[in-house]
C-alpha cells in the first residue's frame, strides 16, 4: 500500500482535480490524502479572524464568497445532475455547519471546527468524481482514526489499530480517499495537525499500516537546495537522508510539514516529493541512506525569538544548566538552538506562548535578555568534523552582516546561524552563491 498527499495548490481547481485524478487512478493500492482546495484554509482563517474582531458582516461576506467559488467549482466539475446536486447537498451542509459556527460567541474550539471544513469539502468532491467517472473508491473519515493527546501529540498507536480495522472491512477496494490535516483532539473535539498539516496525515497514515512509499505531491519538483521564494536560482535534490530532510522541515522548508519526516522515519518508510505538474520528473526521495560529504540545502524560520540567560557564575556553577532547562520543560516549551559561554546560555523559541512566565521563572536565578524578529538560516547535509572548507563559504557572505549566534556540532547535519529577519533575503542570496554556485 501506498500513501499519496494532494497540497491545495494540486487539487485547487477542476482542471487539477482531473490531473490528480488520472495519477490516482490505476491498479495500485493506494490512500490518498488530500488538503483544502488552495486558498480554503486561508479564507476559513479569515472568517475565524473576522468572528474574533466582532466584524460579523465581513465574516459573512467572506463565507459568502467561498460558498460562491465552490458553486462554480461543483457546476464545472460534474456532467451529471445526479451528482451536481449530490455535491450540491454537501455544500449546503456544511455551509450549514460554518454559518453556524458563526451564532453566539466565537471561540477556539468552534474555529477548529471552521478550519476542518475544508479538507471534508475537497475529499467528497474527488470521491463523488470518482464516482462519476465509475472508479471504485471509498471516502474514509480521518476523524474516525487520527487523534492527537493532552499534549497534541498524534496516537499512532491508536491510528494504527483504528485503521487497520477499517481497512479489512474493504478487502476489494484499493482506492481510499482521506482528509489530511484534521483531527480529534483527546476532549474528543474536532482538531487539527495544524497549518500544512496534511504532509503530516500522510506520513502518521504511512506509519500507521507501515505502507510500502509515502508521496508528498506538491507543485514544485521535490526540496529544493534553497527556499524558491526568495532564491531566484534554485534546484532540485535527488536525494536527502531522513535527518537532512527533519532538520530542512523544521527550519523552515515550508515544503513539508515540520514535523511529517519523523513518523516515517520511524518505520523506515521512504518519502518521495513531486511535483502534480509534471509527474515525469524524478523529485526528491527520502531515505536512511545517507549519501555525499556536502552540503545539501539551506532553509529558514522566522518569528524566533532569542532568550540569552546570563549568570554569575556559570563556569564551575554545575547545575546551572539543569535549572534552566527544566524552567522550559515546566512550560513544555521545546527550544530548538543552543549556544553557550563561561557566562551565559542563549536559547532559541518559535512562540511567545508561555514566555513572561518563563522569564519571571529564569530571573529568579539570572539576568534574561530577549531578542525578537530573528531568523534562523540552516544549513543542512553530511557535514561530517572531518570536510573541509566549508567554514570559510557559509561565513564568507556575513562580511557585512551581524550574527547573533551560531550553533554547530550538535549533529553533524547543519549549522544554524540566527540573524536579524531583515538580512534573511540577502543572507539566502548570498548562501546560495558561495555554497551552491547559483
Ligand atoms: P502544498 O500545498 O502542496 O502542501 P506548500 O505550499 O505547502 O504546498 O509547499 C510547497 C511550496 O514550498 C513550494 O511551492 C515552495 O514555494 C515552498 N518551499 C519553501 N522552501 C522550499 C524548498 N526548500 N524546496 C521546495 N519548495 C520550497
Ligand atoms: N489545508 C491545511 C493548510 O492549508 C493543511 C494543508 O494544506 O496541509 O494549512
Ligand atoms: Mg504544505
Known amino acids: 500500500m501506498k500513501i499519496l498527499k494532494f497540497g491545495g495548490t494540486s487539487v485547487g481547481s477542476v482542471e487539477r482535480i482531473y490531473a490528480v485524478r488520472d495519477l490516482i487512478v490505476n491498479d495500485e493500492p493506494k490512500i490518498v490524502v488530500l488538503s483544502a482546495m488552495s486558498g480554503t484554509t486561508n ?16 465574516a459573512k461576506q467572506l463565507i459568502q464568497e467561498l460558498e460562491t467559488k465552490y458553486r462554480g467549482v461543483i457546476e464545472e466539475l460534474f456532467q451529471q445532475d445526479e451528482f451536481k446536486q449530490k455535491a450540491n447537498r454537501l455544500i449546503d451542509n456544511q455551509f450549514d455547519i460554518i454559518r453556524g459556527l458563526c451564532e453566539y460567541l466565537f471561540n477556539e474550539r468552534k474555529e477548529r471546527r471552521l478550519l476542518a471544513q475544508g479538507e471534508i469539502i475537497s475529499t467528497h468532491l474527488m470521491q463523488y468524481h470518482l464516482e462519476e467517472s465509475g472508479v471504485n473508491s471509498v471516502l474514509l473519515d480521518s476523524l474516525e482514526f487520527m487523534r492527537i493527546d493532552v499534549h497534541d501529540e498524534p496516537d499512532l498507536e491508536y491510528s494504527s489499530e483504528k485503521l487497520t480495522k477499517i481497512l479489512e472491512q474493504y478487502a476489494d477496494t484499493k482506492l481510499f480517499i482521506a482528509q489530511g490535516y484534521i483531527c480529534l483532539n483527546s476532549f474528543g473535539e474536532v482538531d487539527n495537525l495544524k497549518r500544512g498539516g ?7 497514515i504511512g506509519a500507521a499500516i507501515q505502507a510500502d512509499e509515502i508521496q508528498i505531491w506538491t507543485d514544485i519538483d521535490g526540496m529544493h537546495n534553497n ?19 527533519a532538520e530542512l522541515a523544521y527550519f523552515g ?11 516515517a522515519q520511524s518505520k523506515n518508510i521512504p518519502v518521495r516529493i513531486l511535483n502534480t505538474m509534471k509527474p515525469h520528473l524524478q523529485g526528491t526521495l527520502i531515505t536512511s541512506k545517507v549519501s555525499g560529504r556536502e552540503v ?26 539543569r535549572k534552566l532547562f527544566e524552567v522550559f520543560e515546566k512550560y513544555r516549551k521545546s527550544v530548538d538552538t543552543v549556544t553557550t559561554s563561561e557566562v551565559a ?11 513572561d512566565k518563563i522569564v519571571a521563572e529564569l530571573q529568579e536565578f539570572s539576568t534574561v535578555e530577549i531578542d525578537r524578529d530573528l531568523s534562523t538560516i540552516c544549513i543542512v547535509g553530511d557535514l561530517m568534523e572531518d570536510t573541509y572548507g566549508y567554514a570559510r563559504k557559509i561565513f564568507q557572505p556575513f562580511e557585512d552582516i551581524p550574527i547573533r549566534m551560531i550553533s554547530y556540532g550538535g549533529s553533524k547535519n547543519n549549522v544554524t ?10 543572507v539566502l542570496n548570498l548562501l546560495n552563491k558561495s555554497l551552491f554556485n547559483l
Open 253 to 263: 522548508a515550508k515544503i513539508l510539514h515540520p514535523a511529517c519526516v519523523k513518523p
Open 43 to 58: 479564507a476559513l482563517v479569515g472568517i475565524g479572524d473576522a468572528l474574533y474582531a466582532k466584524t460579523p458582516d465581513k
Open 296 to 321: 545539501k540545502a539551506i532553509a529558514a524560520k522566522d518569528n524566533i525569538i532569542a532568550i540569552k540567560i546570563k549568570s554569575g557564575r556559570m563556569l564551575m556553577a554545575y547545575g546551572f544548566l
Open 198 to 204: 496534511s504532509d503530516y496525515t500522510a506520513s502518521l
Open 227 to 245: 527556499d524558491p521564494r526568495i532564491v531566484d536560482k534554485t534546484r532540485p535534490i535527488a536525494e536527502l537522508s531522513f535527518e537532512e530532510a
Open 345 to 355: 546560555v542563549s536559547v532559541t523559541i518559535d512562540d511567545d506562548k508561555n514566555l
Open 417 to 426: 546561524l540566527l540573524v536579524k529577519t531583515e538580512y534573511k533575503h540577502t
